[in-house]
């Protein structure tokens, strides 16, 4: 009868656990901190902020140059990404899945087209957009994600 009881206290807190945990978010942390960018001289990292005649379709998360970056959702690796047209050396991943489509920037990739991916699985590495715009800049990595009608998403409160 004891070993009884014993197994139901550890169920029991296994499921307290769980449903503690992060799990009923949508997306998995892109890196270990998870730390949006904030405003700096050359910009903001939130989702809406001021791009000159635009607005920042995503958010920043902060990522130190060569640090692991990891996929935010379970899908399929449909494509390199490229934020620049003149300028190819800075590249992301677009991962879609049956809800979801996630565009990162800024990250080299270390999956291939058309691997699927689990969320949280390392996908790339982040790269050094300082070093493009000026030591002003914070490092990150950008995050764009759309719904299955390809209607632009909010990601911050997903993570």
Aim: hydrophobic fraction near 40%; glycine fraction near 8%.
């Amino acid at each position: 009868m004891a070993a009884k009881k014993i197994i139901y206290i550890g169920v029991a807190a296994a499921l307290i656990l769980l449903l503690m945990s992060n799990s009923n978010k949508a997306l998995a942390a892109i890196t270990k901190k998870q730390k949006i960018r904030g405003c700096d001289p050359l910009g903001c990292g939130s989702f809406g902020a001021r791009r000159g005649t635009h607005t920042h379709q995503g958010i920043d998360i902060v990522a130190a140059p060569g640090e692991d970056i990891f996929s935010p959702i379970t899908g399929k690796v449909t494509r390199v990404a490229y934020p620049y047209a003149s300028d190819l050396s800075y590249t992301g991943v677009e991962i879609v899945n049956e809800k979801y489509r996630v565009k990162m920037f800024y990250m080299s990739p270390t999956v291939v087209i058309p691997k699927t991916v689990l969320a949280g699985e390392k996908i790339g590495i982040a790269q050094n957009i300082s070093a493009k715009h000026g030591a002003a800049m914070t490092n990150h990595v950008h995050i764009e994600v759309r719904d299955s009608l390809n209607r632009l998403i909010d990601p911050t409160n997903l993570f």
